[in-house]
């Protein structure tokens, strides 16, 4: 189809940013592999085509279940440790951002069961997991684990697909394609629905109180909204944000047609995701040094305001091994409760990782009473150390609602890098200018029993062997920084559309920029559409007594709207 090159907005499915390239960074397309020097892309599947990574020698490679154990030896400890300054808003973004860049298509495990024969051994699509005998916390046996789709490429390899549109977007707010923002979208206006000032339920409202899957309650730009509360919250805060800039839009443009307000609000939404994202919470994961190699922070408001990083030869698309390994850095982030927290940052209701797993139900009741108790817990609390420790909520009793027993997400994620033919951690070292490896000693105190598991330090699985690595400021090792910093600087570079943009069609004023930039706050987002009144200025950060305060949000500084007045 041809691309409107004078469109002043995005589309929603992410087509046409680039005109050379109009499928670049699109939903719906394939994810991304890193080419070697050769300029090969650099995957590893046992046949060469698509079926899993084996180790060097050929044989399988070690059960992800007893990895996922031994990379977790307590005794090896010290175990789960809390961050001492980051909160968990800074999980929660990671998750909200995470799925705003990707979400990979995989058919349903429900109704897939890849523990019956025939499919338990059809390895184009099955990949079950196995649970070795006297594991304490899982049955002995299988669990179900369905392969992500396979698109044979033009060279007859597999690849998958990302349903979700790869540049920072707020896709998690307006959905990834054009059908879901009608779904999202109050018709003829420029607001996104809601039911009691809550995310829609298209069902009705005080609908969405069991366990939701498969059918998903409520809607949201993603359908992963209802994973945990914290998840839900983020999404609500968005969609509660757009409105009210939208609102305020239409008091000062009443000349404006819906269409027009509904889009500048969007763009403003985008606007200050994207600041946030860059200059707020990326450098609290790979650091300012990566940060600063990979140029990634936004341009300084005393220099020209404007910044122009855009390139059309680069495709923003998310890289797979970003996929199955860098950014799921967060799941070694998260606590085993969600709870509820009072105006004292006080937790009145504990709330375990069990018991929440899509539950819409705590979000979404009584007219959404338990919202801001969950939005203090993501300003209050301490989120976890980024390392090779991950809690049993995850580990053990992962999405044991809505099904029993549950899963492992670190053997799920092992599991996962296998099956989309993810090379081992030592080829990303290489790629990322790192000593590989070569032998298990240097792995630490966690090589023997990595040494007991694998053939081979080259089989060593990316998500393990970075997980293992240290980062003096106790942000991802450098293996990560490396491939996040490359993922998020495409993902810049690749944006037409990137805010800080010049462009006589669609930039913002200088002032508007300048106001986006120096006035930006997650903090003033979330205290303001929560119905919070205290907070401290940066959210990401715990509050502490001297430092990052807790304060009015009232005094907390705000994006002054009134620059997007026009004279009719
Ligand atoms: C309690 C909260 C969370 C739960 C229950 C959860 C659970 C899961 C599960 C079950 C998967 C699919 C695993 C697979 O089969 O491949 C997954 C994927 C993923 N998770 Fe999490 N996760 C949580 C939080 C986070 C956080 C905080 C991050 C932040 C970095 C994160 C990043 C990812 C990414 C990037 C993927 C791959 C997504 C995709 O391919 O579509 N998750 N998570
Ligand atoms: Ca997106």
Redesign the pocket.
């Known amino acids: 189809q041809a691309c409107d090159e004078d469109a002043k907005y995005r589309t929603f499915d992410g087509s046409c940013n680039n005109l050379e390239h109009p499928g670049f960074g699109k939903a719906n397309t394939l994810f991304e592999r890193f080419v070697n020097e050769d300029g090969d892309y650099i995957f590893d599947y046992a046949d060469g085509k698509g079926l899993p990574r084996v180790a060097q020698n050929g044989d399988e490679l070690p059960n992800a279940r007893l990895i996922s154990k031994a990379i977790m030896d307590e005794d090896l400890g010290p175990p789960i440790q809390s961050d001492r300054i980051r909160s968990a808003q800074v999980?929660?973004h990671?998750?909200l951002?995470?799925?705003d860049v990707?979400?990979?298509e995989?058919p349903s495990f429900a109704e897939n069961n890849c523990c019956e024969n025939p499919n338990k051994n059809n390895r184009d699509f099955c990949f079950p997991l196995e649970i070795p005998e006297n594991d304490k916390e899982l049955p002995p046996g299988c669990i179900n684990?369905v392969r992500?789709k396979g698109q044979i490429d033009e060279n007859g390899v597999r690849q998958?697909v990302?349903?979700?549109t790869a540049f920072v977007d707020a896709s998690v707010v307006y959905g990834s394609t054009p059908e879901l923002i009608e779904i999202l979208r109050v018709p003829d206006s420029y607001l996104l629905k809601t039911d009691d000032n809550l995310l829609p339920s298209p069902a009705g409202v005080n609908s969405c109180f069991k366990p939701v899957t498969p059918s998903r309650c409520p809607v949201a730009g993603d359908n992963?909204v209802s994973?945990?509360p914290?998840?839900s919250v983020q999404h609500l805060v968005w969609h509660r944000e757009h409105n009210r800039i939208a609102s305020e839009l239409r008091t000062l443009n009443p000349h404006w047609n819906d269409e027009t307000v509904f889009q500048e609000a969007r763009k403003i939404v985008i606007a200050l995701f994207q600041h946030i994202t860059y200059n707020d919470f990326l450098p609290l994961?790979i650091g300012k040094s990566t940060m600063k190699k990979f140029e990634l922070f936004s341009e300084d408001v005393d220099d020209d305001v404007f910044d122009d990083q855009y390139e059309d030869d680069v495709n923003p698309q998310i890289l797979d091994s970003?996929?199955?390994a860098?950014?799921?850095?967060?799941?070694s982030?998260?606590t085993n409760e969600?709870n509820f927290a009072d105006e004292n940052c006080k937790t009145v209701t504990v709330n375990k990782?069990e018991d929440i797993?899509e539950s819409p139900r705590l979000t979404q009741e009584n007219g959404g009473v338990n919202v801001p108790f969950i939005g203090r817990h993501l300003a209050c609390s301490a989120s976890n150390m980024i390392d090779n420790f991950i809690v049993d909520?995850?580990r053990n009793t992962?999405?044991r609602l809505p099904e029993a027993p549950g899963?492992d997400?670190v053997a799920?994620?092992i599991?996962?890098g296998r099956e989309h033919g993810v090379s081992g951690y030592n080829t990303w070292r290489e790629l990322c200018d790192l000593k590989p490896m070569k032998s298990f000693e240097k792995f630490g105190k966690f090589g023997k029993a990595l040494e007991e598991l694998y053939e081979d330090p080259d089989d060593v699985d990316l998500f393990v062997g970075a997980m293992l690595e240290k980062d003096p400021e106790l942000n991802v090792g450098p293996t990560f920084q490396c491939l996040l910093g490359l993922q998020y600087q495409r993902i810049k570079r690749g944006d037409r559309f990137w805010y800080e943009r010049p462009d006589e069609e669609f930039s913002f004023t200088k002032e508007q920029l300048r106001s986006i930039k120096e006035n930006t706050r997650v903090s003033k987002i979330f205290c303001r559409n929560l119905g919070i009144n205290t907070m401290q200025e940066n959210m990401f950060l715990l509050p502490q007594r001297k430092r990052n305060k807790r304060i009015p949000c009232d005094d907390i500084p705000d994006v002054d709207l009134s620059l997007w007045k026009q004279a009719p």
């Open positions: 999980v929660s990671a998750q951002l995470a799925h990707f979400q990979t995989i684990f992500a998958q990302n349903l979700a992963r994973d945990v914290m998840l994961i970003v996929n199955v860098a950014h799921r850095f967060g799941h982030q998260l969600q990782l797993f909520g995850m992962l999405f899963s997400i799920r994620n599991q996962r």
